[in-house]
């Protein structure tokens, strides 16, 4: 059976045409990895091969200290956040003992089919039904992490865009910490441009500066809380 996962999953490209790295960043796990990467307690794991507090997580993560996300994915993420198949199977019950008390309204649908019924008008009427059922129900999108049969489930649903601009957030402000320059958030987040429509412009009024700068400390600051949360918890087994 096809391995499927929750959420979604990085695109290589073919061995002649590999894609660029943007159609891997689309990934939520790929994320996961670029946090785990940046994880200072979990590079030094690395370094020591697992012989640190954090070796039950290295035992299945490995070493992320190469950039080849694509073969990291390969002998790692997919066993680690692909979903066990499914022990439910498509069958008829022919009696009430075949019922699995375990079973929930959002685990199976039972249905009466009427036989009596052309074949065209219980596929229109099931089609109507299963779509109302599956796709439909509020809330499914939100809780299918809750149902994850897989060893290490998202805890939630994130945007991948806020995430990877985090990222770009903390690999500026720690590169900037370890060279010793004082930058301030807002001339981060003005560097980076953030918040297009709050970069500071020359010859502005002093008041729409002061007002700019506000805004883009928050946002970065947002940003970088964001990031900092995340690469925490990517070593603990939980994402993001």
């Known amino acids: 059976m096809k391995i499927h996962f929750l959420a979604k999953t990085p695109s290589f490209g ?5 894609k660029s790295l943007s159609f891997q960043e689309r990934s939520h796990y790929y994320w996961w990895w670029a946090c785990l990467r940046r994880n200072d307690q979990y590079l030094e794991c690395c ?9 039950d997580i290295y035992k299945d993560f490995g070493d992320v200290r190469d950039d080849d996300f694509k073969a990291w994915w390969d002998s790692h993420g997919v ?8 022990t439910i199977n498509l069958k008829e019950l022919l009696s009430k003992e075949e019922w699995d008390d375990n079973w929930t309204s959002d685990d199976v649908m039972v249905v009466c089919v009427p036989l009596a019924r052309t074949k065209r008008d219980l ?29 290490y489930p998202l805890s939630r649903d ?11 957030v903390f690999d500026t402000y720690t590169a900037a ?39 883009l400390a928050v946002t970065v600051k947002r940003y970088l809380n964001q990031a900092e949360k995340a690469i925490r918890n990517s070593a603990l087994g939980t994402f993001p």
Request: no cysteine; charged share 30%.
């Open 47 to 55: 370094v020591k091969k697992g012989k640190t507090s954090l070796s």
């Open 123 to 151: 596929g229109t009427l099931f089609g109507a039904l299963l779509k109302k059922r599956h796709g439909g129900k509020r809330g499914r999108t939100a809780k299918k992490f809750n149902k994850s049969t897989s060893l």
């Open 158 to 168: 994130f945007s991948t865009r806020s995430m990877r601009i985090a990222l770009k």
């Open 79 to 86: 066993a680690l956040f692909g979903e066990r198949p499914s």
């Open 14 to 18: 073919t061995k002649h045409n590999r």
């Open 177 to 215: 910490k370890k060279l010793g320059e004082k930058k301030t958030l807002w001339q981060i987040g003005n560097d980076l441009r953030i918040s297009p429509s709050n970069v500071i412009k020359p010859n502005e009024a002093l008041d729409q500066i002061t007002n700019k700068q506000n805004i």
